[in-house]
C-alpha cells in the first residue's frame, strides 16, 4: 500500500473498503477513526475475532456465512450487512467478471434469500444493511437502472435496514459522468427506505491523477 495517500484521501472519504483482515487493520490503523466496512467472498473462521477488533461493517455474500458469523458479528457490536445479487447486468462484453451474470456466485438473490429464511426464520434479526456491487468503470445511469432491480427484488426488505451500500464500480471523476442521476438514486432510497447510503468509489478517488513510469 502507498502509505503516503492516507493523510490526502482521509478528509474526502468517510472511511475504508477491505476485502479481508489485514486491508481492515491497514483502513483502522492509517484512517484512524473512520469507518472500516469489510465485505469478503469467503471467511476464514480463523480470523474472525480479530477481524471484529477492526471491522465496523461486515458484509456476508451468502445466508449461510450470514448465519455461520453473524451472531458473533453482532455480539461485538459490529453493523452486519448481506451482499445481494439483484439480477440485473448492465455490463456488456466481460460476463466472466459481472457479479449479475447467470451463474454468480456473488451476492445473494432473492430466491436464496427466501429459501434460507423458509429454513432458518431468525436469519434477518441479524441483519443491519444490504449491499450490492454490479458496477464497474460506469455511469449512473447504469446505477439507476440497478437501483430499479434492487427495487424490485428486496425493496420489501428495506425498510427494515439501517443502510444500503452501493458498492462501486462508479466513475463519479470521468469528465461527462452524470453526478445529478447519481444524487437522485442517493435521495431516492432515503426517502423511500430511510436508510444511511453508502458508495465505494474506489478508481475514482485517483483517476486520471497522474502517470505511473
Given at each position: 500500500s502507498n502509505y503516503d495517500c492516507y493523510p490526502?484521501?482521509?478528509?474526502?472519504?468517510?472511511?475504508?473498503e477491505a476485502s479481508g483482515l489485514f486491508e481492515a487493520r491497514l483502513g483502522a490503523e492509517e484512517m484512524p477513526g473512520k469507518e472500516v466496512h469489510v465485505f469478503c467472498a469467503?471467511?476464514?473462521?480463523?480470523e474472525m475475532d480479530e477481524l471484529?477488533?477492526?471491522?465496523?461493517?461486515?458484509v456476508f455474500n451468502s445466508p449461510a456465512q450470514?448465519?455461520?458469523f453473524g451472531p458473533a458479528a453482532k455480539a461485538a457490536g459490529k453493523s452486519v450487512g448481506l451482499r445481494i445479487n439483484p439480477e440485473c447486468s448492465t455490463q456488456d462484453?466481460?460476463?466472466?467478471?459481472?457479479?449479475?451474470?447467470?451463474?454468480s456466485r456473488l451476492g445473494t438473490t432473492r430466491a436464496q434469500w427466501n429459501a434460507a429464511?423458509?429454513?432458518n426464520p431468525a436469519l434477518p434479526n441479524l441483519l443491519d444493511g444490504l449491499h450490492f456491487h454490479t458496477l464497474c468503470e460506469q455511469d449512473?445511469?447504469?446505477l439507476a437502472t440497478t437501483l430499479d432491480a434492487v427495487?424490485?427484488?428486496?425493496?420489501?426488505?428495506?425498510p427494515r435496514m439501517q443502510w444500503l451500500n452501493f458498492g462501486g464500480g462508479h466513475h463519479i471523476t470521468r469528465p461527462g459522468y452524470d453526478i445529478a442521476m447519481l444524487e437522485r438514486c442517493i435521495t431516492r432510497a432515503q426517502q423511500d427506505w430511510g436508510v444511511t447510503v453508502y458508495l465505494e468509489p474506489g478508481e475514482a478517488c485517483a483517476l486520471n491523477a497522474g502517470f505511473l513510469l
Open positions: 490526502l484521501l482521509a478528509p474526502h472519504l468517510a472511511g475504508t469467503a471467511y476464514r473462521a480463523d471484529v477488533q477492526y471491522a465496523d461493517h461486515i450470514l448465519a455461520k462484453g466481460h460476463a466472466i467478471y459481472d457479479p449479475c451474470a447467470p451463474g429464511v423458509a429454513a449512473s445511469d447504469a427495487a424490485q427484488k428486496f425493496g420489501d426488505l428495506l
